[in-house]
């Protein structure tokens, strides 16, 4: 009985294994809607035209993208003020376009989201000032004492402007002083130093009238008295469209987060029904800039409840003054930090998500950053992402801050602690317009997915109603990804990549090692990958904060692990002398059952709060944990290590690296579990061919090569199994990026070792096929030890194809019917002004003769394009080869070609730019070229006639390239 239940066990695991191996080539091959990007539908200034939404959603579903968010926003350039004001976001009008957007993407099968502001961040006209941000102000007077006192300390004035935009309360006319809010009425008694006692501040918010009066019976000395007042700043959205002006929320506030998304999902329920039934999935907001937010009406009663007494005396602070001391001053400024953290958090994310979640949607927000210095972020970025339905992030293209606008980590690593299965992200943000194709963007691609993002939204694709021309009204910011880009045509591998790559980043679990306590600090930010304290190659990691240790950390067979399976070896401290006791606590009991610590002895706590006690219990616990000043203390079932770096950690824990390399590490990766797989994508981080020995830290698995711009899959047949893992000898081309998945399917016989006939090893070998390029006795050796020798003797030499080519333009942008092509050249460098300044589609043809000798049984085929600006597409003898959208630029076309006369047609498109410079240089009445952006490369920097044209076409050299597969 007991062995039939043995087999019973090995068919149902087989079973199984075979589904789940199933099921992730299928949606790899297709990917689902989830995994496919998305992009911000923007309606420019509110407007649209219905039938072309339709065919704009047609266009994106046909490409291989999966939805849109909806965007409302505003231009900051409009040209001649060529784009109307359209409605106002969530009037009737606008729900008109949002209702129709929902039902095509019904009928398509596409997901939608709505931007819940007419720009950002959340807010809009319906909002009071009384819901709106708050600011923090003072009056104050000196009066000398031994007297009775009488007086007034006015209201302050408002600020003219915030973030150099005009205030908006100030346009509409409402006197802010209509709704100051008293905070208190502090005297400080004035030194010659602004080094204050508590003593020495005394409150006397109960002479304080609404209006400002007072009245006090003055002490001795000399006082300053304080007038503290909260009220509306008046900030409003950022670049809303002109009927949509209002007011930014107060993100510190239930009440204001539950007015403004009441307002907005009750108009949608009246207009659209129940929400879950239809195609809208979630609500969003844009990351948090509200720069001029300082305070909120029950901050007072919170901050008592939060961190245990009364803020009054410690106001000063806020405005630079030291009190007590340097220490007690920093403690306090930590406690009133951390407070707006957990308002936002608590107020803001978390209840948005609680109240879409009411109606039948999620909630997701960009809730990581940007922080300072860029924005005045308050909050814990891991807790403010984890709360919410799906968190996002952000990364740019082509910025000089851009480490500082890299906002991925953070939230893949809220992503990964807290359970979820996305992590999203605004992609390729950019200044420059109508610059770049689609394999100059793929290298951030590339390294955002290897920081663990797993859903892409395109920032930006423009709406574009037909009264907009061409290329139309566009958002001045952002890649434009949409139908009008000159390679939309040629897009469907670049989206498709991107969606393949996608979903298998959402399967399964991240694999990473360490895991880095990042404090208890607010505001708190985790930086890009690799950057700071989190250096090193062959190990990854994720960053955590005090909520996932104190509620969600545990120790199971010696890993740290979380309630859904995320696993890490080591948790590291943060170099900081602080720590909270009851995080120590925690900590102190899970090295108990086992944990992992690496870090230095803690010293003291962060807030004012319970102190003394507090740092009593840090020394007793760290007495336990940092023994005698031990390096490495074993403490029950944990050990404590201090004074050594995370890498001699892990090699004192005999831990190898999840991925290490022969040479310099020249490549990135990301690692997940996927049931009985194992998958890895890696990128070469050279902008060369390079060939790396890359091992894995697997055991007893098949690998395979997953290509996510084909959805091509095939056997590595080359390859060695040692005592660290599975090694690889893996062949990049420059900046190529591609998975590596490890699989429980059997292969008994694989080659370990191919050798030159002078007995060197091959450093570009392709380790699915074995293609070797020259000529020569080659050696490969298998697992079974069994040798074989091989002689290539007939690859034949490489054709140049780069000479004579018909090239065929578009008339209708302006090119001419066709040009003969002597030699490859730039577009730009051509004396027909038609080509000069032409953008879109040419069609290169040429044909070309093999005979027998290059059809060889074995014999592998390239043809291989040199140089492209920007994709290309190729047809051979009729038929499809593919599209290439980077370089290098070469497809296998052996299957295609054929003995005698071949017919080959490369059709290449280049970037939008060098038509609207072209279009620029002549006269007004002549011109094909409309929009509300009239320069470049930004929306505000050049003129269009001025802005450098961009080398463009097929520049080659092309050539035939021939490889022989070894057997």
């Given at each position: 009985?007991?062995?039939?239940?043995?087999?019973?066990?090995?068919?149902?695991?087989?079973?199984?294994?075979?589904?789940?191996?199933?099921?992730?080539?299928?949606?790899?091959?297709?990917?689902?809607?989830?995994?496919?990007?998305?992009?911000?539908?923007?309606?420019?200034?509110?407007?649209?035209?219905?039938?072309?939404?339709?065919?704009?959603?047609?266009?994106?579903?046909?490409?291989?993208?999966?939805?849109?968010?909806?965007?409302?926003?505003?231009?900051?350039?409009?040209?001649?003020?060529?784009?109307?004001?359209?409605?106002?976001?969530?009037?009737?009008?606008?729900?008109?376009?949002?209702?129709?957007?929902?039902?095509?993407?019904?009928?398509?099968?596409?997901?939608?989201?709505?931007?819940?502001?007419?720009?950002?961040?959340?807010?809009?006209?319906?909002?009071?000032?009384?819901?709106?941000?708050?600011?923090?102000?003072?009056?104050?007077?000196?009066?000398?004492?031994?007297?009775?006192?009488?007086?007034?300390?006015?209201?302050?004035?408002?600020?003219?402007?915030?973030?150099?935009?005009?205030?908006?309360?100030?346009?509409?006319?409402?006197?802010?002083?209509?709704?100051?809010?008293?905070?208190?009425?502090?005297?400080?008694?004035?030194?010659?130093?602004?080094?204050?006692?508590?003593?020495?501040?005394?409150?006397?918010?109960?002479?304080?009238?609404?209006?400002?009066?007072?009245?006090?019976?003055?002490?001795?000395?000399?006082?300053?008295?304080?007038?503290?007042?909260?009220?509306?700043?008046?900030?409003?959205?950022?670049?809303?469209?002109?009927?949509?002006?209002?007011?930014?929320?107060?993100?510190?506030?239930?009440?204001?987060?539950?007015?403004?998304?009441?307002?907005?999902?009750?108009?949608?329920?009246?207009?659209?029904?129940?929400?879950?039934?239809?195609?809208?999935?979630?609500?969003?907001?844009?990351?948090?800039?509200?720069?001029?937010?300082?305070?909120?009406?029950?901050?007072?009663?919170?901050?008592?409840?939060?961190?245990?007494?009364?803020?009054?005396?410690?106001?000063?602070?806020?405005?630079?003054?030291?009190?007590?001391?340097?220490?007690?001053?920093?403690?306090?400024?930590?406690?009133?930090?951390?407070?707006?953290?957990?308002?936002?958090?608590?107020?803001?994310?978390?209840?948005?998500?609680?109240?879409?979640?009411?109606?039948?949607?999620?909630?997701?927000?960009?809730?990581?950053?940007?922080?300072?210095?860029?924005?005045?972020?308050?909050?814990?970025?891991?807790?403010?992402?984890?709360?919410?339905?799906?968190?996002?992030?952000?990364?740019?293209?082509?910025?000089?801050?851009?480490?500082?606008?890299?906002?991925?980590?953070?939230?893949?690593?809220?992503s990964h602690l807290y359970g979820q299965k996305y992590v999203e992200a605004e992609a390729f943000t950019s200044t420059h317009i109508w610059q770049y194709g689609p394999g100059d963007i793929k290298q951030v691609a590339d390294k955002a997915m290897c920081e663990g993002l797993n859903k892409f939204v395109y920032h930006t694709f423009p709406h574009s109603p037909p009264e907009g021309g061409f290329p139309g009204w566009i958002y001045n910011f952002g890649t434009q990804i949409h139908p009008n880009r000159a390679w939309w045509s040629k897009s469907y591998n670049f989206h498709h990549y991107i969606g393949r790559s996608s979903y298998l980043l959402q399967q399964g679990n991240f694999v990473a090692d360490i895991l880095y306590y990042y404090g208890d600090d607010a505001p708190n930010f985790v930086k890009p990958k690799g950057h700071g304290r989190y250096k090193g190659f062959g190990f990854d990691y994720d960053v955590c904060n005090s909520d996932i240790i104190l509620n969600f950390l545990d120790v199971k067979n010696g890993k740290l692990t979380l309630p859904h399976g995320q696993s890490y070896s080591i948790l590291v401290l943060p170099d900081d002398k602080r720590i909270n006791?009851?995080?120590?606590?925690?900590?102190?009991?899970?090295?108990?059952?086992?944990?992992?610590?690496?870090?230095?002895?803690?010293?003291?706590?962060?807030?004012?709060?319970?102190?003394?006690?507090?740092?009593?219990?840090?020394?007793?616990?760290?007495?336990?944990?940092?023994?005698?000043?031990?390096?490495?203390?074993?403490?029950?079932?944990?050990?404590?290590?201090?004074?050594?770096?995370?890498?001699?950690?892990?090699?004192?824990?005999?831990?190898?690296?999840?991925?290490?390399?022969?040479?310099?590490?020249?490549?990135?990766?990301?690692?997940?579990?996927?049931?009985?797989?194992?998958?890895?994508?890696?990128?070469?981080?050279?902008?060369?061919?390079?060939?790396?020995?890359?091992?894995?830290?697997?055991?007893?698995?098949?690998?395979?090569?997953?290509?996510?711009?084909?959805?091509?899959?095939?056997?590595?047949?080359?390859?060695?199994?040692?005592?660290?893992?599975?090694?690889?000898?893996?062949?990049?081309?420059?900046?190529e990026a591609f998975f590596v998945v490890f699989t429980e399917k059997v292969k008994n016989n694989h080659i370990v070792s191919v050798k030159f006939s002078d007995g060197s090893k091959l450093k570009s070998i392709d380790c699915t096929d074995l293609i070797v390029r020259k000529n020569g006795d080659y050696k490969i050796k298998n697992n079974k030890g069994k040798t074989s020798a091989i002689s290539v003797d007939n690859i034949p030499n490489a054709i140049d194809l780069s000479d004579s080519w018909e090239v065929y333009f578009d008339q209708s942008r302006g090119g001419p019917r066709s040009k003969n092509f002597d030699k490859l050249i730039s577009w730009t460098d051509s004396d027909v002004r038609g080509i000069k300044y032409y953008s879109g589609v040419a069609s290169y043809r040429k044909s070309f003769n093999l005979n027998a000798d290059y059809m060889q049984r074995d014999i592998q085929i390239t043809l291989d394009m040199g140089k492209v600006s920007k994709v290309a597409e190729v047809y051979l003898n009729g038929k499809k080869v593919g599209i290439s959208w980077f370089a290098p630029y070469k497809l296998d076309i052996t299957n295609f070609v054929k003995v005698g006369e071949n017919n080959l047609i490369i059709e290449v498109v280049n970037v939008l730019s060098n038509y609207m410079t072209g279009d620029a240089k002549l006269p007004k009445e002549y011109r094909r070229t409309r929009s509300n952006v009239q320069k470049g490369p930004n929306a505000w920097h050049t003129p269009w006639k001025d802005v450098p044209l961009i080398e463009s076409g097929l520049l080659g050299p092309v050539k035939l390239m021939f490889g022989k597969r070894l057997k």
């Amino acid at each position: 009985m007991k062995f039939k239940i043995i087999i019973l066990i090995t068919i149902l695991s087989t079973i199984i294994f075979a589904n789940s191996y199933e099921e992730l080539k299928k949606g790899f091959i297709d990917p689902p809607i989830e995994a496919r990007p998305i992009a911000y539908l923007c309606l420019v200034n509110g407007n649209y035209n219905l039938t072309q939404l339709t065919y704009e959603m047609e266009e994106a579903k046909a490409k291989g993208m999966g939805g849109f968010d909806i965007w409302d926003v505003g231009i900051m350039v409009n040209t001649d003020n060529v784009v109307p004001a359209g409605p106002e976001f969530m009037s009737e009008k606008s729900l008109d376009a949002f209702e129709y957007i929902l039902n095509e993407a019904e009928r398509l099968d596409m997901n939608i989201g709505l931007t819940i502001a007419s720009s950002w961040n959340a807010g809009g006209s319906w909002i009071q000032p009384e819901d709106g941000v708050k600011g923090f102000y003072v009056s104050d007077t000196i009066v000398q004492g031994n007297q009775y006192v009488t007086g007034n300390l006015p209201t302050p004035k408002p600020e003219k402007k915030i973030m150099h935009r005009k205030n908006f309360l100030l346009e509409k006319n409402i006197n802010i002083d209509d709704y100051v809010h008293n905070i208190a009425l502090i005297a400080i008694k004035v030194d010659d130093d602004s080094t204050l006692t508590k003593g020495e501040i005394i409150d006397i918010s109960d002479k304080l009238q609404s209006n400002g009066d007072f009245s006090w019976n003055v002490p001795s000395g000399k006082w300053k008295i304080q007038r503290y007042l909260t009220k509306p700043t008046g900030q409003s959205l950022i670049i809303p469209s002109p009927n949509s002006k209002g007011l930014i929320i107060d993100h510190f506030s239930a009440k204001a987060t539950k007015n403004n998304l009441r307002f907005i999902l009750d108009k949608l329920v009246k207009r659209l029904g129940p929400l879950d039934k239809t195609r809208l999935k979630y609500l969003y907001t844009d990351s948090y800039e509200a720069n001029s937010a300082a305070w909120t009406l029950m901050m007072k009663e919170e901050f008592k409840k939060r961190r245990g007494y009364e803020i009054d005396k410690f106001l000063p602070a806020l405005l630079g003054y030291q009190i007590d001391d340097d220490e007690t001053t920093k403690r306090f400024l930590h406690d009133f930090r951390k407070t707006l953290s957990d308002m936002i958090i608590e107020n803001h994310y978390l209840y948005s998500k609680k109240i879409s979640e009411e109606y039948g949607v999620g909630f997701s927000a960009e809730a990581a950053g940007p922080g300072p210095p860029l924005h005045n972020c308050p909050f814990e970025a891991i807790k403010s992402s984890g709360v919410l339905s799906v968190p996002r992030g952000e990364f740019w293209f082509n910025n000089p801050k851009i480490d500082e606008l890299n906002i991925i980590k953070g939230v893949a690593s809220s992503s990964h602690l807290y359970g979820q299965k996305y992590v999203e992200a605004e992609a390729f943000t950019s200044t420059h317009i109508w610059q770049y194709g689609p394999g100059d963007i793929k290298q951030v691609a590339d390294k955002a997915m290897c920081e663990g993002l797993n859903k892409f939204v395109y920032h930006t694709f423009p709406h574009s109603p037909p009264e907009g021309g061409f290329p139309g009204w566009i958002y001045n910011f952002g890649t434009q990804i949409h139908p009008n880009r000159a390679w939309w045509s040629k897009s469907y591998n670049f989206h498709h990549y991107i969606g393949r790559s996608s979903y298998l980043l959402q399967q399964g679990n991240f694999v990473a090692d360490i895991l880095y306590y990042y404090g208890d600090d607010a505001p708190n930010f985790v930086k890009p990958k690799g950057h700071g304290r989190y250096k090193g190659f062959g190990f990854d990691y994720d960053v955590c904060n005090s909520d996932i240790i104190l509620n969600f950390l545990d120790v199971k067979n010696g890993k740290l692990t979380l309630p859904h399976g995320q696993s890490y070896s080591i948790l590291v401290l943060p170099d900081d002398k602080r720590i909270n006791s009851d995080v120590l606590q925690k900590i102190e009991l899970l090295v108990k059952k086992g944990a992992i610590l690496v870090g230095e002895r803690p010293q003291t706590s962060y807030g004012l709060e319970n102190q003394k006690e507090d740092e009593k219990l840090i020394s007793k616990l760290s007495d336990k944990l940092w023994k005698n000043g031990k390096s490495i203390n074993k403490y029950h079932k944990g050990k404590v290590y201090s004074g050594k770096s995370v890498e001699e950690v892990l090699d004192d824990l005999k831990i190898k690296p999840d991925l290490s390399v022969e040479t310099s590490p020249n490549i990135d990766f990301i690692h997940r579990q996927i049931g009985n797989e194992d998958v890895y994508m890696i990128r070469n981080l050279k902008s060369k061919a390079i060939y790396e020995k890359v091992t894995f830290r697997i055991k007893d698995k098949t690998p395979q090569k997953w290509n996510p711009e084909t959805g091509e899959i095939r056997d590595i047949v080359y390859f060695n199994k040692n005592k660290n893992g599975i090694t690889i000898p893996l062949f990049f081309e420059s900046l190529e990026a591609f998975f590596v998945v490890f699989t429980e399917k059997v292969k008994n016989n694989h080659i370990v070792s191919v050798k030159f006939s002078d007995g060197s090893k091959l450093k570009s070998i392709d380790c699915t096929d074995l293609i070797v390029r020259k000529n020569g006795d080659y050696k490969i050796k298998n697992n079974k030890g069994k040798t074989s020798a091989i002689s290539v003797d007939n690859i034949p030499n490489a054709i140049d194809l780069s000479d004579s080519w018909e090239v065929y333009f578009d008339q209708s942008r302006g090119g001419p019917r066709s040009k003969n092509f002597d030699k490859l050249i730039s577009w730009t460098d051509s004396d027909v002004r038609g080509i000069k300044y032409y953008s879109g589609v040419a069609s290169y043809r040429k044909s070309f003769n093999l005979n027998a000798d290059y059809m060889q049984r074995d014999i592998q085929i390239t043809l291989d394009m040199g140089k492209v600006s920007k994709v290309a597409e190729v047809y051979l003898n009729g038929k499809k080869v593919g599209i290439s959208w980077f370089a290098p630029y070469k497809l296998d076309i052996t299957n295609f070609v054929k003995v005698g006369e071949n017919n080959l047609i490369i059709e290449v498109v280049n970037v939008l730019s060098n038509y609207m410079t072209g279009d620029a240089k002549l006269p007004k009445e002549y011109r094909r070229t409309r929009s509300n952006v009239q320069k470049g490369p930004n929306a505000w920097h050049t003129p269009w006639k001025d802005v450098p044209l961009i080398e463009s076409g097929l520049l080659g050299p092309v050539k035939l390239m021939f490889g022989k597969r070894l057997k």
